[in-house]
């Protein structure tokens, strides 16, 4: 693993920008959220393990209201009180898409990683080949500022994040793709040597 580049945002702050950004654009309320990050949690962690306690009994209004002023404490730069790492997971596959998948692949960044999906986790294989076309686009559309003079240098400053983040998003998607196809080809391996062992006997 390559070592990563410097970095000026805490690892929680790129997740609580990537929800603020969904709150806003998408008019999603906090307590909605944080219900989903609630339930996320209570799924995911043992209770005896929880170092977060949520209001999960009572009236359902004032559940709500109380957990996410909980979380709006932990986005507060004005709180000191930090997102517990055992929270971040229930919290970032709380975020709707396409926000959940900038998030991830900036947090895979900060190790020099990609977010390549595991071929056992991707859901639909049209899914897979619709992301790769999306980041396809993506890509070409962020390098059209890069190269409108014919070459990439420290003037194109204002625009290199972005084409970054495409760039590796297209790479992710080609990744997964590629992990895919693969295990498919594996597979057919498998059966074809199945289908030889049990045709060889008749050939004695």
């Known amino acids: 693993m390559s070592e990563s580049m410097p970095i000026s945002e805490t690892r929680s702050e790129v997740i609580f920008r990537h929800t603020r950004r969904m709150l806003h654009e998408r008019r999603i309320s906090m307590p909605t959220f944080s ?3 609630v339930e996320r949690y209570v799924r995911s962690v043992a209770e005896a393990a929880r170092c977060v306690q949520f209001q999960l009994v009572g009236d359902p209004f004032r559940a709500a209201t ?3 002023q909980k979380l709006a404490r932990y986005m507060d730069p004005c709180i000191d009180a930090r997102l517990p ?3 971040e997971e229930a919290w970032v596959f709380s975020l709707v898409e396409p926000y959940r998948t900038e998030c991830v692949r900036e947090l895979a960044a900060r190790y020099g990683l990609l977010d390549v999906p595991l071929p056992c986790c991707t859901a639909d294989d049209l899914q897979s080949v619709g992301r790769l076309s ?3 686009g993506r890509a070409i559309q962020s390098m059209a500022p890069l190269i409108d003079d014919g070459r990439i240098d420290a003037d194109d400053a204002p625009h ?6 495409h760039i590796r ?4 998607a080609a990744e997964g793709l590629a992990a895919r196809v693969e295990a498919a080809k594996a597979a057919a391996m498998q059966a074809q040597q199945k289908r030889a062992r049990v045709v060889a006997p008749w050939k004695h």
Not at 160 to 165: E, K, P, Q, V, Y
Not at 169 to 172: E, F, S
Request: negative net charge.
């Open 85 to 87: 790492v055992d929270l």
């Open 134 to 136: 999306r980041e396809f």
């Open 35 to 37: 219900q989903s990050v």
């Open 169 to 172: 998003g297209l790479l992710a």
């Open 160 to 165: 290199l994040d972005a084409a970054l983040t």
């Open 66 to 68: 109380a957990n996410a």
